[in-house]
Structure formats: C-alpha cells, structure tokens
C-alpha cells in the first residue's frame, strides 16, 4: 500500500511541477542596411531553450513564392537549416482555413482573452531609425510611427500583464534616407494555464475537432465551387 501511496505522491508533485512551468516566448526581428534577422526563441525554466532564425527571405519572381531559410539550434546543441517555400495558394488556402475556424469559434473569444491576460510581458523594445530625405516627410511619418507604437504598446497591455517599461523611440533623420528598426518582445505563460485553457477548449466544442474539422473543410469547398 506504501508503494501506492508513494507512487500517487510522486505523480502529484510531477503535476505540479509541470503546471508550475514557465514557458517564455521571445521574439526578436531587426531590420539594418537592407538585411533582416527574424527570430525566435522558447526558453524553459531558463535553462532549455530553442531558437528558429528566419533571416533571408526571398521573392519567387516566377511563381510570386516566398522563400525562406529556416535555422534551428537548441541547448541540446542540435542545428538544422532548412528551406522553406510558400506560394500564394497555399498562403491563401492557410488564411481562408484560419478565417473558417475563427468564425465557428466565436464564442472562444472570452476564453481566449482570460487566457492571454495569464500572459506576462517581461520586456518590450522597438527602436525605429529613419529617414526619408525630405524633412518635411520624415516628420510626419516620424509622428505617424509614434502613433501606432503607442497604440501596439496600449493594446498589448491592454490584454496582458505588463512587467516592465516599453522601451520606445523613433530617431528621425532630416539629412538622408535610411531605415533601421529593431523590435523585441518577451512574454511568460505557465503551462498549466495553457493545459487549463485547452481542456475549456476541448470542453466547449465537446471534444469533436474531427466535425469541426470536416465542417470547416466542406465550406471550403463549398466556397471554391461558388
């Protein structure tokens, strides 16, 4: 009976531990002298993490593809590079299957948002240097930039909890044309808050992702016969 009782022990303190986990989600994305780095990176307890770098991307001419070079390292010490291609169908036919699947699932909305708000925010940066030539046109994008990093920065609070100063700035230049703009943003959710939210997903579409699924698959086709 001991073993029982110790085994039962274990597993609850298993349980815990994995609900208790931080998962922190960072993603960077730099743009300098014509050449852009995307990355991003999931980290566990600090110590466990994988990046994926996205820093070239390509235009198809011929096919209108985007084209992609995908890197991955991780602590483990493991790095893979792959090519990735999308064409306009298939980012298409992506959007279109997002677009059904949010319309069936309108009543998430809620649950989605009470999710988000267990979001933390531990550092927000976007820096933005540029210039137009003109002077009179860099001014008033400058005030447009402002606008819109402001509004980004009030909606992101606005559904998460902010841990810390927004750090923001957009640098004019009158005298050249130039762009540089660097954005990072790093968020910590707790697996057990993912793990709560997707069985209240699970619970409100009864389980049957397979009908929701078919459906979603008929109107599309339904859609493209029209």
Same mark, same amino acid.
């Given at each position: *009976?001991?073993?029982?009782?110790?085994?039962?022990?274990? &597993?609850?303190?298993?349980?815990?531990?994995?609900?208790?986990?931080?998962?922190? &989600? @960072?993603?960077? %994305?730099? /743009?300098?002298?014509?050449?852009?780095?995307?990355?991003? @990176?999931?980290?566990?307890?600090?110590? $466990?993490?994988?990046?994926?770098?996205?820093?070239?991307?390509?235009?198809?001419?011929?096919?209108?593809?985007? &084209?992609?070079? =995908?890197?991955?390292?991780?602590?483990? +010490?493991?790095?893979?590079?792959?090519?990735?291609?999308? @064409?306009?169908? =298939?980012?298409?036919?992506?959007?279109?299957?997002?677009?059904?699947?949010?319309?069936? *699932?309108?009543?998430? #909305?809620?649950?989605? $948002?009470?999710? &988000? /708000?267990?979001?933390?925010?531990?550092?927000?940066?976007?820096?933005?240097?540029?210039?137009?030539?003109?002077?009179?046109?860099? +001014?008033?994008? !400058?005030? %447009?930039?402002? !606008?819109?990093?402001?509004?980004?920065?009030?909606?992101?609070?606005?559904? *998460?909890?902010?841990?810390?100063?927004?750090?923001?700035?957009?640098?004019?230049? $009158?005298?050249?044309?130039?762009?540089?703009?660097?954005?990072?943003? *790093?968020?910590? %959710?707790?697996? +057990?808050?993912?793990?709560?939210? +997707?069985?209240?997903?699970?619970?409100?579409?009864?389980?049957? %992702?397979?009908?929701?699924?078919?459906?979603?698959?008929?109107? #599309? #086709? #339904? =859609? =493209?016969? !029209?």
């Amino acid at each position: *009976m001991g073993w029982v009782i110790a085994a039962a022990a274990v &597993l609850l303190v298993l349980c815990l531990v994995t609900a208790a986990t931080p998962v922190t &989600l @960072t993603l960077r %994305v730099k /743009y300098k002298q014509q050449k852009q780095d995307i990355q991003v @990176t999931i980290t566990l307890w600090h110590l $466990f993490y994988k990046t994926i770098h996205l820093p070239l991307l390509a235009l198809d001419e011929e096919t209108g593809s985007i &084209l992609a070079r =995908e890197k991955t390292e991780s602590s483990m +010490g493991k790095e893979q590079e792959k090519k990735v291609r999308e @064409t306009p169908e =298939e980012m298409r036919s992506q959007w279109e299957t997002i677009q059904l699947w949010l319309r069936h *699932m309108n009543d998430l #909305r809620p649950l989605l $948002f009470r999710f &988000l /708000y267990t979001w933390k925010i531990n550092k927000f940066r976007w820096k933005t240097r540029f210039g137009t030539g003109d002077a009179a046109w860099t +001014g008033l994008i !400058s005030g %447009v930039a402002w !606008s819109v990093k402001q509004t980004t920065g009030g909606l992101l609070s606005a559904v *998460m909890k902010l841990n810390c100063s927004p750090e923001v700035s957009v640098s004019p230049e $009158f005298q050249r044309r130039t762009f540089e703009s660097e954005f990072v943003c *790093m968020v910590t %959710v707790r697996v +057990g808050h993912a793990i709560i939210t +997707g069985i209240r997903v699970m619970k409100h579409v009864r389980g049957d %992702v397979f009908a929701l699924w078919k459906k979603t698959r008929d109107e #599309r #086709r #339904r =859609e =493209e016969a !029209s």
